[in-house]
T-cell receptor, first 113, second 111 residues
Framework: DSGVTQTPKHLITATGQRVTLRCSPR?????VYWYQQSLDQGLQFLIH???????AKGNILERFSAQQFPDLHSELNLSSLELGDSALYFC????????????FGEGSRLTVL | GENVEQHPSTLSVQEGDSAVIKCTYS??????FPWYKQELGKRPQLIID?????GEKKDQRIAVTLNKTAKHFSLHITETQPEDSAVYFC??????????FGTGTRLKVLA
């Protein structure tokens, strides 16, 4: 158990819909990263928050947004969903904002039909 | 932009042989180079890391080497075992608040 909690574990929805994925980091970790992993693909960096502020953006679509709340949990919002958005979405947390070990959650598997 | 290239994409070795996976990064500001192992259906987990002020680091059967001048770093696994079969990801971070992963290497250790 990494200490990072992601919900929901599985989500099935239709094209055009909107979903919210939630991540609770390890106790004491201020950094939260979001990654997208499509079938048999690598880990695509989406966005990084540190202590409530956005620190870096990767290849995140405009239809996607995220935020980190005062209690440090984070949410990734995916809207106007397309078939190609089907993937495993990982959240990871770390103590420091730029280096050090990332602790991954179990992921949220999104299926868009 | 930042990029991490990883080779090979798949690697099959006989049990007991060595495996080498190589990565190249583009961002000169990167100063932290971890390796993660992802078993089927599970989350990635750190297996070893190296910082830019070190050229080599070893932990039992695994080792990582870093060539900052060439922007290359490599993972070496010796005496491979079936439980080493997994997908391995290299990553580079430092300076930009991005933590960029390579495309992954699927390692199969044949018994």
């Amino acid at each position: 158990d990494s200490g990072v909690t992601q919900t929901p574990k599985h989500l099935i929805t239709a094209t055009g819909q909107r979903v919210t994925l939630r991540c609770s980091p390890r106790s004491g970790d201020l950094s939260v990263y979001w990654y997208q992993q499509s079938l048999d693909q690598g880990l695509q960096f989406l966005i990084h928050y540190y202590n409530g502020e956005e620190r870096a953006k990767g290849n995140i679509l405009e239809r996607f947004s995220a935020q980190q709340f005062p209690d440090l949990h984070s949410e990734l919002n995916l809207s106007s969903l397309e078939l190609g958005d089907s993937a495993l979405y990982f959240c990871a947390s770390s103590v420091t904002p730029d280096t050090g070990e990332l602790f991954f959650g179990e992921g949220s598997r999104l299926t868009v039909l | 932009g930042e990029n991490v290239e990883q080779h090979p994409s798949t690697l099959s070795v006989q049990e007991g042989d060595s495996a080498v996976i190589k990565c190249t990064y583009s961002d000169s500001a990167s100063n932290y180079f971890p390796w993660y192992k992802q078993e089927l259906g599970k989350r990635p987990q750190l297996i070893i890391d190296i910082r830019s002020n070190v050229g080599e680091k070893k932990d039992q059967r695994i080792a990582v080497t870093l060539n900052k001048t060439a922007k290359h770093f490599s993972l070496h696994i010796t005496e491979t075992q079936p439980e080493d079969s997994a997908v391995y990801f290299c990553a580079a971070s430092g300076g930009t608040y991005k933590y960029i992963f390579g495309t992954g290497t699927r390692l199969k250790v044949l018994a």
